[in-house]
């Protein structure tokens, strides 16, 4: 602010006190800043001076920052630079809706893969429930439940064998598998005398075993998987067929940990059988599953002899016994 005069008197300024003050010969004016909003004018104790309080100007956060900033000195040089390090910003992240095409809230709702076994539980059930120690089984009792069994067969539609998965685990379920199925496909022509009544007498050719991306037959899961996959003898110990010659069901699911006890027990309770193999010493009638699976088994009377409670003769006579399809209930 400026006070206008007909006349302009030169203008001194005070370095030290910041007031300026213009003289003429009647009187003096001086302009004193104040941190008021409207000017103040003050008589002075003489009648030749007059003082006018400026109010400060109200500066801004923003242009008091700028206001800051270096200034020439009173030799004109130019204020040697100040170098201010900026630290480097961390990279923004990456917008996932840009990236993926999803939201943020849309991927906290995506699943989670489950890492949790597969359950047998309810297979089990049915076992208990519906087959004898003896193997024996209530195959009208399983078509009445067969709302339960169905469950099941979904369950491992549901979860097919991973690359992750033991040995055993794997193994078990093949082996319950083959036998749950076998069981449905019983229950849904009951009642009926024998499964070769099924299928023109094929029915372990059909394939309509849906699991995961894949659909098997019996035979695919026996001949395809288990035999060659696990080279492991006993297996025709664990799988069922639903004949009367035919290995006994375990009334209980195959697992990880039962695996290698039950291929025991089922290997000396067949083995020692009379309804499926009559031993002596020198002379031996056999099922045809060791006929039929022979390769599998290798020498039969070595093989026989770790399971048989009689010890066989190596030169013994084998021969072996019909083999009786009737249904096993």
């Not at 943020?104 to 359950?119: F, Q, R, T």
């Not at 297996?235 to 990880?256: D, E």
């Not at 016994?321 to 209930?329: K, S």
Request: with cysteine; charged share 25%; hydrophobic share 35%.
């Amino acid at each position: 602010m400026s006070c206008s005069q007909a006349n302009p008197s030169p203008v001194t300024s005070d370095a030290d006190n910041g007031e300026v003050s213009q003289h003429n010969d009647t009187a003096s004016i001086a302009v004193i800043p104040v941190d008021k909003q409207e000017p103040e004018i003050q008589q002075k104790n003489s009648p030749d001076q007059v003082v006018i309080k400026i109010p400060s100007p109200q500066v801004s956060p923003e242009k008091k920052e700028a206001k800051e900033l270096p200034q020439k000195d009173k030799t004109n040089k130019e204020p040697e630079a100040t170098i201010i390090e900026v630290p480097d910003q961390p990279k923004p992240a990456e917008d996932p809706e840009l990236t993926t095409g999803t939201t943020p809230s849309e991927i906290e709702k995506l699943p989670v893969a489950e890492v949790k076994k597969l359950s047998h539980d309810a297979w089990n059930e049915l076992l208990q429930k519906y087959v004898t120690a003896t193997g024996k089984v209530n195959y009208s009792g399983l078509k009445a439940d067969n709302a339960k069994l169905q469950s099941y067969l979904d369950l491992l539609a549901a979860n097919p064998v991973q690359s992750s998965w033991t040995r055993n685990e794997k193994m078990a379920y093949w082996i319950n598998a083959y036998n749950a199925f076998t069981i449905k496909l019983i229950v849904d022509h009951y009642p009926v005398s024998s499964i070769t009544k099924i299928e023109g007498g094929k029915p372990w050719d059909k394939k309509w075993i849906k699991l995961g991306d894949k659909t098997y037959s019996l035979n695919q899961i026996e001949n395809e998987i288990l035999r060659p996959q696990f080279g492991d003898s006993r297996i025709h110990f664990a799988v069922n067929c639903a004949a009367k010659s035919c290995p006994p069901l375990l009334n209980r699911a195959w697992t990880a940990d039962n695996l290698e006890q039950n291929f025991e027990a089922q290997a000396v309770k067949f083995v020692n059988n009379p309804q499926f193999n009559v031993i002596a010493e020198k002379k031996i009638q056999l099922s045809k599953i060791f006929e039929w699976y022979a390769g599998d088994f290798g020498d039969i009377v070595s093989y026989l002899n770790k399971y048989s409670k009689l010890k066989i003769n190596a030169n013994a006579k084998v021969t072996y016994l019909e083999y009786d399809w009737a249904l096993n209930e």
